[in-house]
């Protein structure tokens, strides 16, 4: 759950300025519920009431993901000449907000790593730091150098050729493992075909998708 603090001061400002400094965040960071506006003394004597604000941690989902990668290109660059930038910003995908990353740079493979495996992991982190203490799921989706868009065409291209396969030798297609993310793309590539259906099969990290003929298809 967010961090939420209640403050008691002479104005709303200075009450919201004792919240800030307990939470250690900015204004931007935050949300603020003015309880009590509060009231000024009579003739300076009677019927003073301090103001009251409850301030709420509301960190933004990109400020989130550029403080995690700040942190780990400082921490994972090999000279101060390193050119490794990225851009990041907040979009709705069906409805769902996306935190979409580009990183670009001459030298990235690092961050890539075998099959994809470094980069799967920092997507995860990301979002797990993403959605901690958040009521709202935000999807978390990082580039490199266009690897993950290359790498969606060739899988579209495999989950073709199984299709066909199915469809032509009438037995399931086995795929190898892969990351969830990367198991979405051959479920929607294949949505729509009218010959065969997928399933994912296994525990992680062995889970893999399955190409099945639809049940009573007519093959012509």
């Given amino acids: 759950m967010a961090r939420s603090v209640e403050k008691k001061a002479k104005t709303v ?8 400094a307990e939470l250690g965040l900015d204004q931007e960071d935050v949300d603020v519920e003015i309880i ?10 009677v ?6 604000v409850r301030v709420t941690e509301s960190i933004s989902p990109v400020r989130k993901v550029s403080e995690f990668l700040d942190i780990l ?8 000449e390193s050119d490794v930038k990225y851009y990041v910003r907040e979009e709705e995908e069906e409805g769902q907000p996306v935190v979409k990353v580009d990183i670009t ?9 075998k099959h994809g495996d470094t980069l799967y992991a920092i997507n995860t982190l990301a979002g797990i730091i993403v959605n901690r203490d958040s009521e709202n799921y935000v999807r978390v989706h990082i580039d490199v150098s266009d690897y993950r868009k290359h790498r969606e065409q060739t899988l579209i291209s495999m989950a073709n050729r199984a299709a066909s396969k199915v469809a032509k030798f009438k037995k399931p297609v086995t795929l190898a493992p892969m990351p969830a993310s990367e198991r979405r793309i ?10 065969v259906i ?10 893999c998708v399955v190409v099945k ?4 298809v007519k093959m012509f």
Avoid at 213 to 216: D, Q, T
């Fill in 213 to 216: 003929l639809k049940p009573y």
């Fill in 36 to 45: 009590d506006s509060g009231a000024k003394a009579m003739l300076g004597i």
């Fill in 186 to 195: 051959i479920h929607t590539a294949l949505q729509q075909n009218a010959k």
């Fill in 105 to 113: 740079g001459s030298d990235v493979a690092y961050l890539i790593g």
């Fill in 73 to 80: 290109l400082e921490a994972s660059k090999d000279s101060d």
């Fill in 47 to 52: 019927g003073g009431r301090e103001a009251v």
């Fill in 198 to 207: 997928t399933e994912s099969e296994g525990e992680e990290p062995n889970r």
């Fill in 13 to 20: 400002e200075e009450a919201i300025e004792l919240a800030l």
